[in-house]
């Protein structure tokens, strides 16, 4: 299972790994195809779903605290 930190890691990986990977199969698929893969890879229904909770004040702030913990 793939996890992100962010929204725009999330689409940087489906843009540069995903969409050429799957182009290589399915010559006519495009970035959403690649976002609703990721998604799917990291246990979500929908890119839709997996956006909504990396943009979570909830996920937001674990990535916060697993940070300082981290530091310290």
């Known amino acids: 299972m793939k996890s992100f930190d962010s929204v725009e890691h999330a ?5 540069k790994l995903t969409l050429p990977l799957l182009q ?3 010559p ?3 970035l959403a195809n690649a976002l609703e893969l990721i998604a ?3 246990g979500f229904k929908t890119w839709r779903a997996l956006k909504s909770h990396l943009e979570s ?4 702030f674990g990535l916060q605290n697993l940070g300082m913990v981290l530091i310290i």
């Open 11 to 15: 689409k940087a990986h489906a843009k």
């Open 24 to 26: 290589s199969v399915i």
């Open 28 to 30: 006519n698929a495009k």
């Open 40 to 42: 799917k890879e990291s």
């Open 57 to 60: 004040p909830a996920y937001r």
